[in-house]
């Protein structure tokens, strides 16, 4: 079974902090994605990744940085956490096609006070 | 007009009924169409791809409608495990881009 782990279930961070949010993926999946998820818009693409130390903009990446130095791994880095980041962040991976299945991770909720 | 829109629900049906929604695109271009459960707390999973030509997987039957714009799914015989909130996903035209809708919640009660 393909199994998208993320570091922690729920956070909660000041206004101002850096946070770093974790993803591994155990399946080789050559695609990563870092979604948020907001009541009534649904899941929003943030960034995503093809490759390692690849990295690209999705719909919603203003506030939002991303690392990925290994394959398995994929971070969302918030450099100065905001009120409005406040969400559900959702990792996913796929094999390879953008029309592969996405596998997603059991979410981080965020909360910034 | 947001890319990808649906209907948010929450669909009340009974037990055993049969319940269908729709999700309707902008870009006539676009590729392919999947539908996604998300059970309340819990991440995305894929339910089933929706083909040109229409597509069934047991109880569950997912149409594409090019010409209207719209991806349909229809439960027939609802289980109460079926209470989920299904999103619709859209591939671009140039197939590297992937939107979700809002999701339809679907609630059944015995």
């Known amino acids: 079974d393909v199994k998208v782990t993320q570091s922690s279930r729920y956070l909660v961070k000041r206004t101002g902090e850096k946070v770093f949010l974790e993803c591994v993926q155990d399946?080789?999946?050559?695609?990563m994605f870092w979604y948020r998820q907001d009541p009534g818009l649904g899941l929003r693409l943030i960034y995503f990744?093809?490759?390692?130390?690849?990295?690209e903009k999705g719909d919603i990446p203003e506030g939002y940085s991303v690392s990925r130095e290994k394959k398995e791994r994929f971070s969302l880095i918030l450099e100065s956490a905001s009120t409005n980041q406040t969400s559900m962040y959702l990792c996913?991976?796929?094999?390879?096609?953008?029309?592969?299945?996405?596998?997603f991770g059991p979410g981080t909720r965020l909360t910034v006070l | 007009r947001k890319e990808v829109e649906q209907d948010p629900g929450p669909f009340n049906v009974p037990e055993g009924a049969t319940v269908a929604f729709n999700c309707t695109y902008s870009n006539s271009a676009s590729q392919s169409f999947f539908w996604y459960r998300q059970d309340c707390r819990k991440e995305p999973k894929l339910l089933m791809s929706v083909y040109s030509s229409g597509n069934e997987d047991g109880r569950f039957t997912a149409q594409l409608n090019r010409a209207s714009q719209y991806i349909s799914l229809l439960i027939r015989d609802s289980k109460l495990s079926d209470s989920a909130t299904y999103l619709c996903v859209v591939i671009g035209a140039a197939g590297n881009k992937l939107t979700f809708g809002g999701g339809t919640r679907v609630l059944v009660k015995p």
């Open positions: 996913a991976s796929s094999p390879g096609h953008t029309t592969d299945t996405q596998y």
């Open positions: 399946m080789d999946h050559e695609n």
């Open positions: 990744s093809y490759d390692v130390k690849m990295k």
